[in-house]
Nanobody, 120 residues
Framework: QVQLVESGGGLVQPGGSLRLSCAAS????????MGWYRQAPGKQRELVAV???????NYADAVKGRFTISRDNAKNTVDLQMNNLSPEDTAVYYC??????????????WGQGTQVTVSS
């Protein structure tokens, strides 16, 4: 099994910054994609940012220019730097990873979620 553990959420004022981190563990052979999703109260879960094949990034329009996703291949981590946060960014943020584990078995794993609240 592949486990994902998120950290870095919290309460921040509008205009502030937070950095989320997600650490993956398990018998991982290859990551095809690692990314972040979020779910606000009463809304569907949505993609925030993703890194595909280790290099290609994709961002939701709402976060372009403010959020940056990055990977550390040696540590099996993916981070999300969030700047200029607004109350509309308030949500539970989930880490997601897809790839292959030992035995070339495909996997898709999700973290437990971390709360980000933007409020004055």
């Amino acid at each position: 099994q592949v486990q994902l553990v998120e950290s870095g959420g919290g309460l921040v004022q509008p205009g502030g910054s937070l950095r989320l981190s997600c650490a993956a563990s398990g018998s991982i052979v290859r990551f095809d994609a690692m990314g972040w999703y979020r779910q606000a109260p009463g809304k569907q879960r949505e993609l925030v940012a993703v890194i595909v094949d280790g290099t290609k990034t994709n961002y939701a329009d709402a976060v372009k220019g403010r959020f940056t996703i990055s990977r550390d291949n040696a540590k099996n981590t993916v981070d999300l730097q969030m700047n200029n946060l607004s109350p509309e960014d308030t949500a539970v943020y989930y880490c997601c990873a897809k790839g292959r584990r030992r035995g070339w078995i495909s996997f898709e794993s999700w973290g437990q979620g971390t709360q980000v609240t933007v409020s004055s």
